[in-house]
């Protein structure tokens, strides 16, 4: 699953075609051993993350919307896409 960004302990990645699961676009996101499935507007669809990483999470998909779209756009097409900025 190709990664997207990484940042302060957080991993976030995307599936190629992984639009039937959830059934919106979305994000897994990796903290230490905690797993959470979030979609692009900060709903979580599965698992947890403690809420400052949570929130980290909401910041940095409110900051490359635009560019996460692009990403789930060419993901589900089975394209590769560009990594994005962490947070710094």
Request: overall charge negative.
């Amino acid at each position: 699953m190709p990664e997207l960004s990484r940042f302060y302990g957080l991993i976030i990645r995307m599936y190629y075609d992984d639009a039937s699961q959830h059934h919106k676009p979305h994000v897994h996101v990796f903290y230490g051993e905690e797993e959470a499935v979030v979609s692009l507007d900060g709903e979580v669809l599965a698992g947890s993350l403690p809420l400052k990483q949570y929130r980290l999470l909401n910041g940095w998909l409110a900051l490359h919307e635009d560019e996460v779209y692009q990403a789930w756009n060419s993901a589900v097409k089975k394209e590769a896409f560009s990594k994005i900025e962490p947070l710094s």
